[in-house]
């Protein structure tokens, strides 16, 4: 069935360091992928996202990768800053299921300065 | 401003009542869907609706109902049914024109049961 699943579920980061987020899926039908971060009592933003067409999309300090051989994604963040700490969740759509989204369960990262 | 707007913020429910979460949007979307956050966990979907005055279940709907009477409302209501309400409740909205499939998230409900 669906699922999307994370590696870590924390992960320090040095201030200046870049970040490395994972994600694997196990529907290889998925055709849309969204990376959200959520601080703390908040909603969860929106990041960056990119479509199974493709496997790479970068927007401002963040990259997202898109394997679609190992089904696994990843969002870079270049020089992680403090306002990076939050949870990152993952997110896949089947596009035959509706636009539903599917979530992972979410990477606490914490910038140490 | 277009947005999502959740009410309350805080929200406290005693043992065997119903609360109604409220979610509101001005973008115009078609589709608004309800998830629960347990501290710590990702995010479960409840119900989701993608057009007035239909909705469908999701993974946990057991103990809730919605109503989508206007495309812009789509209010949660927590019945007593539901053993263990204590969470925090978001709401959000699509819609998939011109191929934007992402979700626009509220800021949340925080329920406890007291």
């Known amino acids: 069935g669906e699922s999307v699943g994370l590696h870590l579920p924390t992960l320090s980061v040095q201030e200046g360091d870049n970040s490395i987020i994972n994600c694997a899926y196990s529907?290889?039908?998925?055709?849309?992928f969204i990376w959200y971060k959520q601080e703390s009592g908040k909603g969860p933003q929106f990041i960056i996202d990119i479509r199974s067409n493709m496997d790479k999309r970068q927007g401002q300090r963040v990259t997202v990768l898109l394997n679609k051989t190992v089904k696994h994604l990843s969002l870079q963040i270049a020089a992680t800053q403090p306002g990076d700490s939050a949870v990152y969740f993952c997110a896949e759509r089947v596009g035959a299921a509706g636009n539903k989204l599917t979530f992972g369960g979410g990477t606490r990262v914490l910038v140490k300065p | 401003d277009g947005g999502i707007t959740q009410s309350p913020k805080y929200l406290f429910r005693k043992e065997g009542q119903n609360v109604t979460l409220s979610c509101e949007q001005n973008l115009n979307h078609d589709a608004m869907y309800w998830y629960r956050q347990d501290p710590g966990q990702g995010l479960r979907l409840i119900y989701y609706?993608?057009?007035?005055?239909?909705?469908q279940k999701g993974d946990i709907a057991e103990g809730y109902s919605v109503s989508r009477e206007k495309k812009e409302s789509f209010p949660l209501t927590v019945t007593s049914a539901q053993k263990n309400p204590t969470a925090f409740y978001l709401c959000?909205?699509?819609?998939?024109?011109?191929?934007?499939?992402?979700?626009?998230f509220g800021s949340g409900t925080r329920l406890t049961v007291v």
């Open positions: 609706s993608q057009i007035v005055n239909d909705f």
């Open positions: 529907n290889s039908a998925s055709d849309y």
């Open positions: 959000a909205s699509s819609s998939w024109d011109r191929g934007n499939y992402g979700y626009t």
